[in-house]
């Protein structure tokens, strides 16, 4: 029997602050089995962590990511501070400069801030027979030349694709680009990074080959952290027939890499103008809906929510706007299915109360705000204090979850746990500050779920380099000093993952 022992650790309470004396921690078979000064060498083979005084808190989850997009995102070109059409050509004109022969997978831009359209023409006129895809900072849609558009198989057009069609077409990039960058190698080393945070854990919704390709990448080394595989409504059927429920196990796997929802995307995006909404955007919506869109009729949303539901799937629906949150409780109230709903970016008070007596998680992403603030207030003015209602959410008893939905921001827990607590990224003050969070509540929010350590609580640990109330409860100070937060050690059930040593 092996066992990991950690010295001289601290345990840090939430979400409530408080302070602890120094204690050792036994794991055993991936369970806490014993905390206590000065405990005893277990008997077996064990492995020794010096906590010297150290934080140890349960792991972090990030409870939405897209892992394929976010472990291609350090080969991109970075267009997130492109600030024109215009100069986004210039960038891609250098790439092609110094890599001709190399397609340009580009990510980042938000055309909602930039004076001029974005034309397939424009980058035609690059004269290259290499395929040019620029993905939108929010993933909803792309900017393509001809080349990349006859090679995707899509129509030929003067603008963007976007919505259901772009999500379509992004899993056939890999096909289309030979060798993208995500094998289990490069996989791997985007757990590793993450894992160097403290995070033992992620929900992928990536568009993905499913179970198959999950395994394979898995047996291959891809296996540092736990993965919930979610599914899209194309891919349900072979789930189904696997007879898979949320939760089990995936064929071949081991109980790290599990089945975890369906994904439903039922709206667009604010920076597309395409989140369905209750009042009409202040600007002309791009795609000629003033109100933003859903993706699916009422009835289409409710028929995948029941069919998931009987096969025991939970279900995640990604709504953004206050009309797709509404619409997507009252599919979840009619169908008794359970899950989450992913984003809730815009939200009434009446539906936070809903969401909680549902039992649905609400599964948010602080870091978001972060770039959404301008946009927010330009494009739905009046609107902001029902904006990321972080505060509503946890004061009316939600299961809050937090997650980055990288490679739209960070794969960083520590940066969206600042973000809830001081909601600003600059000099300005938080934006609408009463809907920010405390520090405990932001731990709490990032760990699936799980008690402070205890004996009894699963061996998935992060050990801290600085104690995360050291800087105060709230306010920008706090923020800062988890924005600053370092991690030593992260072990996931028993097993150690990632060590500073």
């Known amino acids: 029997m092996s066992s990991l022992l950690i010295r001289d650790v601290r345990l840090v309470p939430f979400p409530d602050p408080g302070s602890s004396e120094p204690v050792d921690v036994l794991v055993t078979d991936?369970?806490?089995v014993a905390i206590g000064e000065s405990l005893p060498f277990p008997a077996g083979t064990v492995q020794v962590i010096g906590g010297a005084g150290r934080w140890l808190i349960p792991g972090l989850w990030d409870e939405h990511v897209h892992l394929g997009q976010w472990t291609l995102a350090s080969q991109r070109l970075d267009l997130a501070g492109v600030r024109s059409a215009e100069g986004a050509v210039q960038l891609v004109a250098e790439r092609l400069e110094e890599w001709p022969e190399v397609p340009v997978i580009g990510w980042g831009h938000r055309v909602t801030r930039w004076p001029d359209t974005p034309l397939v023409s424009q980058l035609d006129a690059l004269d290259t027979d290499q395929p040019i895809v620029l993905i939108s900072g929010d993933g909803h849609h792309a900017w393509l030349n001809s080349v990349a558009l006859m090679s995707l198989a899509l129509p030929l057009r003067e603008g963007m694709v976007a919505e259901g069609e772009w999500f379509a077409a992004y899993g056939r990039l890999s096909a289309v680009l030979?060798?993208?960058?995500?094998?289990p190698d490069a996989y791997a080393r985007t757990m590793a990074a993450a894992a160097a945070h403290g995070v033992v854990g992620l929900v992928d919704f990536e568009f993905s080959g499913g179970v198959p390709e999950w395994t394979e990448r898995w047996h291959a080394g891809a296996d540092l952290v736990r993965v919930r595989m979610a599914t899209y409504a194309d891919g349900l059927d072979a789930v189904i027939a696997a007879g898979l429920r949320t939760g089990d196990p995936l064929p071949g796997g081991d109980d790290r890499l599990v089945m975890g929802p369906l994904k439903i995307i039922s709206d667009g995006s604010l920076n597309t103008r395409t989140a369905w909404c209750c009042e009409p955007y202040a600007e002309e919506a791009t795609l000629g809906h003033p109100y933003g869109q859903p993706n699916q009729t009422p009835e289409e949303l409710r028929d995948l929510l029941r069919r998931a539901s009987a096969h025991g799937l939970e279900v995640a629906v990604h709504a953004i706007g206050d009309r797709a949150v509404t619409d997507a409780l009252d599919a979840f109230a009619q169908t008794g299915a359970t899950g989450s709903i992913e984003h809730a970016q815009l939200m009434h008070r009446a539906d936070v109360s809903r969401l909680a007596e549902l039992g649905l998680r609400a599964s948010v992403q602080p870091a978001?705000?972060?770039?959404?603030?301008?946009?927010?207030d330009r494009l739905w003015p009046g609107r902001g204090e029902r904006c990321f209602p972080l505060r509503w959410l946890t004061d009316g008893g939600a299961d809050v979850r937090f997650g980055s939905d990288a490679p739209v921001s960070p794969l960083d827990p520590w940066l969206a746990m600042a973000a809830a607590v001081h909601r600003s990224a600059d000099e300005r003050p938080g934006w609408h500050p009463e809907q920010s969070l405390t520090v405990g509540e932001s731990l709490a929010a990032s760990m699936a779920g799980q008690s402070p350590?205890?004996?009894?609580?699963?061996?998935?640990?992060?050990?801290?380099?600085a104690d995360p109330y050291a800087c105060g409860n709230s306010g920008p100070d706090a923020a800062a000093h988890l924005r600053a937060m370092t991690v030593a050690a992260t072990v996931v059930a028993g097993e150690v993952i990632y060590d500073d040593d």
Do not use: E, K, N, P
């Open 178 to 183: 030979g060798d993208d960058g995500t094998g």
């Open 453 to 465: 350590v205890a004996v009894g609580s699963i061996a998935d640990l992060a050990l801290l380099d």
């Open 30 to 32: 991936g369970v806490v």
């Open 368 to 376: 978001h705000l972060l770039d959404d603030r301008d946009v927010a």
